[in-house]
Every structure is written in structure tokens, then in C-alpha cells.
């Protein structure tokens, strides 16, 4: 009685319960099956493990620094005075050399991607699915499309990429990258369609669902990338999308080189970055070995060493670690 009486004297003075702040909760397509809850249920026993793991590594990291930094001094204090200038006057050289080099390759790395916005190959990737994923998951997203910019960035022949749809929680969550104002990209808020209207017969969306296999790269076309995680909940969306838009489709031809786990599935970044591979190299099947994870291929395929999904790979860990080393953003 007393919480209708509360009720009821809310709505007099205006005032109505907020709605559940529950971030995770996104519009479901139906009731989800047993095998969907327990794909669900893996996925976020893995991001718990994973934000423990990167938890621990950030302690290992300043443990590192702090005993580093006590051999240094404990050095400098075992020498005479002498040496010690010495010692540091070599540490600071060496420290102004690195930095030189890495000015000089952020210079380089410039004038690329400056020379990709008027010749490199357009690589769209179609941010208006944010509203069917959870916090975690664009967050997720974001950090694939940071790593993208960073592999593109080092390769000699970089993309020119496209962030379309780019509004909401993922426009938040973009900016708040350091740098990303700086980045050279084309940021836009409104669709690829509205981007590109006069280009319309030149959009292919990629897709493992088109029945099109994609062979060769066309410069004068524009390729997009779906970018949804945990596309399990979203089955032929993307292909669902591009047939009603009337634009073409193609899927990478990966059947054709090697036999996966299960079905082909990969990450956002995985494809910008075998899209990539295969700009420098002209080979497919080279673009596909060095990119997708043992883990996704069968045991014959990993000896001889599209979904588009988000969850991250282990044994991607320390390759983005070695390529963000390095600021990224400029």
C-alpha cells in the first residue's frame, strides 16, 4: 500500500522511476536458446578472465618498472662520479636518438596515410549496430578499430579508413581514445550510403553469408566491414542489410586456402588487417596464416603454418601489445 501511495504521489508531482540502469541490457531478437546462453555464458566467463589478466599484468608492469628503476639507481651509486656522468649523459644520447626515430617515423607514417585519403583502397567500417550491443562489448569494438588504425598506420601501402554510423556511446567511447581527433580517418556520423550516394554501385559489403567470393581487390571499390560483436545474436544481419539497401556483397575467400574449427568467424580486426595483408602481398593464403589464430583452424591447417564477431584472441595478446607500443595516434 505504501509503495503504490509513493507511486501514486510521484506521478502528481511529475516525477517517474527511472528506467533499469542496467548497461548490459540491449533488445533481444527472440529468447535466446540453450546453445545461445551457453555461447553467452562463455563469453563473459572469458571477459571476467580477461580483465583479471590484464589487471595483473598492468601489477607486473609497474613491479617491473620500480625494480628497474632500483637497479639504475643502485648502478649509479656503486660508480664514481665520473663514470656516473658518463653513464647518464650515454642514457640521455641514447634516449634523444629514440625519440628522434620515432619522430621521424610518426613523419613517415603521416605522409602514408595522408597519400591513402587520395589513392589508397577505401575500407568502410559500419558502426550502426551499436544499439544491439552492451557497454562491454563497444568497448570491445573500439579497441579492435584502435588496433586497426595501428596496423594500418605501419603498413607500407595503408587502407583509407572509414568510420560511418559514428554516434552514441561509440562516438563516446572513441573519443575518449588520446589522440583520436588527431587520427587520419574519415569520421562520420551519418551511414556509408549517405557517404557514399554517388558511389552507391561501388559499396561491397563483406559478408560470409553473400554467395559472391571475393578474388581480387578493386581499388575503385569501397569495402565494408560490419562492426557488430557477438554477431551469434545477429545471424545474415549484415547480408539482411546490404539486400535491402541494394549494394553488393562479397565474403574472403577462405575456404578456399584452409579449413576452419568451426565456422568462420573472425574479429573486426582480423579483417581489416587480412584486407591489409592482402593489399601488401597479393596472396590470400599468405594474408590468412599470418592473421587468423591457430585456435580457428583445423589441426592440419595450424601444422602447415565471415562473420564478423568480437571476441578477442590470446594469441593476438602480445601482437597488439608490440604493434600500440608505439603511440598510434597522431
Known amino acids: 500500500m505504501n509503495t503504490t501511495m509513493e507511486a501514486m504521489q510521484n506521478e502528481q508531482n511529475g516525477q517517474v522511476n527511472p528506467p533499469d540502469p542496467n548497461p548490459s541490457s540491449v533488445p533481444q531478437p527472440q529468447s535466446l536458446s540453450k546453445n545461445a546462453q551457453k555461447k553467452l555464458l562463455k563469453q563473459q566467463k572469458y571477459e571476467a578472465k580477461k580483465a583479471e589478466k590484464k589487471a595483473q599484468m598492468k601489477e607486473q608492469k609497474q613491479r617491473d618498472a620500480e625494480r628497474k628503476r632500483k637497479e639504475w639507481e643502485e648502478k649509479l651509486a656503486a660508480l664514481p662520479e665520473d663514470e656516473r656522468l658518463k653513464l647518464i649523459d650515454s642514457r640521455k644520447e641514447l634516449r634523444r636518438e629514440r625519440m628522434e626515430k620515432r619522430s621521424e617515423e610518426r613523419g613517415q607514417k603521416i605522409q602514408r596515410l595522408t597519400q591513402a585519403k587520395e589513392t589508397g583502397q577505401n575500407i568502410v567500417v559500419d558502426l550502426e549496430f551499436s544499439h544491439l550491443m552492451t557497454h562491454s562489448e563497444i568497448h570491445s569494438l573500439v579497441q579492435q578499430i584502435m588496433y586497426c588504425y595501428a596496423v594500418n598506420g605501419r603498413c607500407s601501402s595503408p587502407a583509407h579508413i572509414w568510420l560511418t554510423g559514428c554516434e552514441g556511446e561509440m562516438e563516446t567511447q572513441l573519443q ?109 593464403k599468405d594474408s590468412f596464416f599470418q592473421v587468423i589464430p591457430q585456435r580457428k583452424r583445423t589441426e592440419g591447417d595450424s601444422e602447415n603454418c565471415q562473420e564478423v564477431d568480437g571476441e578477442d584472441c590470446e594469441e593476438e595478446t602480445e601482437k597488439k601489445k608490440r604493434c600500440l607500443e608505439v603511440p598510434s595516434h597522431d
Open 176 to 284: 575518449r581514445l588520446p589522440g583520436f581527433d588527431k587520427w587520419i580517418i574519415e569520421k562520420e556520423n551519418q551511414s556509408y550510403i549517405k557517404a557514399f550516394s554517388d558511389r552507391k554501385d561501388d559499396l561491397v559489403y563483406l559478408t560470409a553469408d553473400s554467395e559472391t567470393v571475393l578474388h581480387e581487390l578493386d581499388p575503385t571499390k569501397v569495402y565494408i566491414v560490419g562492426g557488430l560483436v557477438d554477431r551469434n545474436r545477429w545471424k545474415g544481419i549484415t547480408m539482411k542489410k546490404a539486400e535491402e539497401q541494394g549494394i553488393h556483397t562479397a565474403k574472403l575467400p577462405i575456404g578456399a586456402y584452409m579449413k576452419m574449427s568451426s565456422s568462420q568467424v573472425l574479429t573486426v580486426n582480423q579483417v581489416i588487417e587480412i584486407l591489409l595483408k592482402f593489399l601488401e602481398t597479393k596472396d590470400w
